[in-house]
């Protein structure tokens, strides 16, 4: 197959992985509304073409809380991707640090924040959940700043898990899971001899360096389900804070008044985001809330944005609203589960690739030049 584009990746992975690890990824909350506006919003955005703008020196460079990065893109944190290919999220890393732009390792991750680490070339930015358990997350804090992390990225948009019809179907979860996820995974060789066999130990890591016991996929819905905190509120969260000496981003950002909430909180940095589509069906897109977001507070702290990015021309549209930076997500992880770290890589050159043309296209030479004047009326 000719791949040359996330979709292409996408339906590649679809073919590669049992359906309950495809559809766990590729699916939203309730009837998936927000997932597909999240896409289709960001590609109803229109640009404004310009010609002869002398653009043929391109610095694509960023700077982040004192770091510089060679594109205006992360890998966003993405649980269980250690599933989607042998140690996934080490092989995730190796491949965002070849190309200079940060790893976000999720809390959920199956390679625990020492493997990853160790095969980083630069820091890794953490992301942790409000969760219960508040001696796993300082312990989780302390183990990520002592490997050197020095960004946390703080998700605040899952006090409670997302209505995800897909996984009952999918055997992610339901009756007879483990037993229809056993059969999938025979039916699918490939996976399961590189991932299935080879890839292991399955388990959460970063939960089982803290409890000392394995907390496999069995467990990972219902540990999910036990310990997010639906009672927590913004005075509550003072302490990580306090406690949390390097640069702090809070993730999942739909309104101007939570990101002034959040400014006034101390977070250097949000991410706009609906969690792609996995939560709130029916909450506007990334796309659609940035603008008045960014008019809130740009220049007072670094916008992010994920939701529906497929295509550097996704990345161009989401700087053009506002953002400082983009993060990818399920992009990444169908071109992971394809080609493993090459995948990632071949998908960051396509869309650095689409990025360039854009920049041209509408006349600009600097990451920093693109903002809302390149959006046509």
């Known amino acids: 197959m000719i791949i040359s584009s996330a979709n292409d990746f996408r339906q590649a992975a679809r073919r590669r992985l049992p359906p309950f690890l ?7 909350a309730g009837a998936e509304q927000t997932l597909r506006s999240n896409v289709d919003d960001l590609q109803a955005i229109k640009l404004r073409q310009r010609v002869l703008r002398g653009s ?16 205006p893109i992360a890998l966003a944190p993405v649980g269980l991707t250690g ?17 200079n732009i940060p790893f976000i390792q999720s809390t959920v991750s199956v390679c625990p ?64 899971a483990p037993l229809r996820r056993l059969l999938q995974a025979a039916l699918h060789p490939r996976w399961a001899w590189d991932v299935g066999l080879f890839g292991r130990p399955h388990d959460l890591g970063n939960i089982t360096a803290y409890r000392g016991s394995a907390t496999g996929l069995a467990d990972y819905i219902g540990w999910l ?19 949390w000496q390097g ?11 939570d990101a002034r909430d959040a400014l006034a909180f101390g977070a250097d940095g949000i991410v706009v985001s609906n969690h792609g589509g996995r939560q709130l069906d029916g909450a506007p897109s990334s796309a659609a809330v940035l603008p ?47 080609q493993g770290q090459a995948g990632v890589e071949r ?31």
């Not at 640069?247 to 008044?257: M, R, S, T, Y």
């Open 292 to 338: 008045a977001i960014a008019a809130a507070v740009k220049g007072q702290m670094t916008i992010f944005a994920d939701g529906g990015v497929r295509t550097g021309t996704d990345v161009f549209r989401m700087l053009a609203l506002g953002a400082d930076g983009v993060l990818l997500g399920r992009a990444f992880v169908y071109a992971l589960a394809t």
């Open 83 to 99: 599933m989607y290919a042998r140690r996934g999220e080490v092989q995730a890393v190796r491949a965002a640090c070849h190309r």
């Open 22 to 28: 495809f559809h766990y990824l590729d699916g939203g």
């Open 225 to 243: 389900g036990a310990n997010f905190d639906p009672g927590i509120a913004w005075p509550d969260l003072q302490w990580i804070r306090d406690e």
């Open 56 to 71: 043929e020196q391109l610095d694509l460079k960023v700077q982040w809380f004192g770091e510089d990065y060679s594109l």
């Open 347 to 377: 998908l960051l050159q396509i869309m650095e690739k689409d990025l360039r043309t854009n920049m041209v296209l509408t006349g600009v030479r600097k990451v920093d030049e693109i903002g809302p004047h390149l959006l046509a009326a």
């Open 113 to 176: 924040l020492a493997e990853v680490a160790a095969q980083a070339a630069h820091p890794i930015w953490f992301q942790l959940y409000v969760l219960k358990d508040r001696g796993f997350m300082r312990d989780v804090m302390r183990r990520a700043w002592e490997l050197g992390s020095r960004t946390l990225v703080f998700t605040v948009d899952m006090p409670v898990p997302g209505a995800r019809y897909r996984d009952a179907h999918s055997g992610m979860s339901g009756p007879n």
């Open 247 to 257: 640069k702090l981003v809070i993730k999942g950002i739909l309104d101007p008044e």
